[in-house]
């Protein structure tokens, strides 16, 4: 049906430019004097342009888009370089390109300029760059690119639609932190740090010969004096915690924050050489296995990109009914900006069944806990369940009360 239209359209614009030269030579000849011919001969290069125009045809051009990188993280700034190019040289009064956006991108109150008027006179090459100030979360794709020429007079355009399909990923952004374990046992978690700091040096286990790097305070002098070689303290080797986070999926202000939390909290355990899961119920339940490992990281951050706040189901009825929560025992943590009394029973309960839980609490910058807050941390922390508030954008001291032994 639209072709129709358009096709009609076409039709009619050429129907009355051929009435509209048949009608100022008319006029010419009837009336004579120079005005009337003045008229027609001022009239007849426009109109012989938009007869020559309507044989022009668009097969004629080619389209790319350029897009330096396909991966990216929330807020960032990425340029698009649109570039046109044409076999001849046939004299172009104006050319108008648009690319075409999901709808993602679309709604975002971003002063985006994806169109663009470009004078394109004889050029065989054009091309001008548009910038997307602060990319959004999650996956996008740029479909195709309208191209559309015309006359001076507006008598005739013709436009064609260019198929075009990149995808950008735009990950959360995340904040560097320094991960610290809450709590130090020995027999939790199944993953023996990489790092040399987190060794306890008061349970010496036994001793062996020097290595480079080992502390002066570590060497056994009465072994090094029998073996006539310098021999230093083993010491048990403290094994982080395996953790699983669990993200509230509820549609909330806070959403964004969320997710970027829980990007850089997952981030800052890999990379501290512990291992990590994450469950997450939005219009489906995912849960992520405990691991570790880049391609674990990568595989996290992926889902993170794509999440939606779509959850019906609150944060203390996920602890309630998910049965894996019943199947370990390791260190819970969860992210959420809504605290109720309901969600600290639940962690309360699974707090003292299956391991340690810290309820990560976010809040809006330099925005105050309300009085019932204030309560609830209070009962929470009574009960054995650990509050810690966090406000947007600063992320980095979620574990800056954290001590090592």
């Known amino acids: ?30 009336q004579g004097g120079f005005v009337s011919w003045f008229l027609f001969y001022s009239f007849l290069p426009f109109a012989l342009y938009c007869l020559v125009l309507s044989f022009y045809s668009l097969k004629d051009i080619t389209v790319t888009r350029e897009i330096s990188k396909s991966d990216y993280n929330a807020g960032e700034q990425m340029t698009v370089k649109i570039t046109v190019r044409r076999n001849s040289s046939f004299p172009l009064f104006y050319l108008m390109t648009g690319d075409h956006l999901t709808e993602s991108m679309n709604l975002l109150p971003l002063k985006t300029n994806s169109k663009a008027l470009l004078i394109a006179g004889m050029k065989k090459e054009l091309s001008y760059e548009y910038t997307i100030d602060e990319l959004p979360r999650g996956e996008h794709f740029f479909q195709s690119i309208t191209v559309r020429i015309g006359d001076p007079l507006g008598l005739l355009e013709k436009e064609k639609a260019f198929d075009l399909e990149n995808k950008i990923m735009v990950y959360p952004a995340y904040t560097e932190l320094l991960y610290r374990p809450f709590e130090n046992h020995y027999d939790q978690g199944m993953t023996a740090s990489r790092e040399r700091v987190q060794r306890d040096t008061s349970m010496a286990i036994g001793v062996r010969e020097y290595q480079p790097g080992d502390r002066f305070s570590w060497i056994n002098w009465k072994a090094s004096a029998k073996r006539n070689e310098i021999m230093t303290k083993e010491f048990e080797q403290r094994q982080s915690h395996d953790v699983f986070v669990v993200m509230d999926c509820v549609p909330d202000q806070h959403f964004e924050s969320i997710v970027s939390f ?144």
């Open 1 to 30: 049906m639209k072709k129709a239209v358009k096709q009609f359209i076409k039709v009619w614009k050429f129907t009355v430019l051929l009435f509209l030269i048949v009608l100022t030579f008319s006029y010419a000849m009837f």
């Open 262 to 405: 829980t990007a850089s909290l997952l981030r800052a355990v890999l990379t501290k050489g512990a291992q990590a899961g994450l469950l997450t119920i939005s219009n489906e339940r995912i849960a992520f296995p405990i691991r570790g490992g880049e391609q674990h990281h990568q595989q996290l951050l992926y889902h993170l990109a794509k999440i939606e706040a779509k959850s019906f189901a609150p944060l203390e009825k996920v602890l309630e009914t998910d049965g894996l929560f019943f199947q370990q025992t390791l260190s819970f943590m969860l992210v959420t900006s809504r605290l109720t009394k309901q969600l600290i029973e639940k962690a309360s309960f699974l707090g003292q069944r299956k391991g340690s839980i810290t309820i990560f609490f976010i809040k809006a910058e330099k925005e105050l806990p309300t009085e019932k807050e204030r309560s609830l941390i209070a009962v929470a922390n009574a009960r054995g369940v650990r509050i810690v508030m966090i406000h947007e954008g600063d992320f980095a001291q979620a574990f800056s009360e954290v001590n090592f032994n």
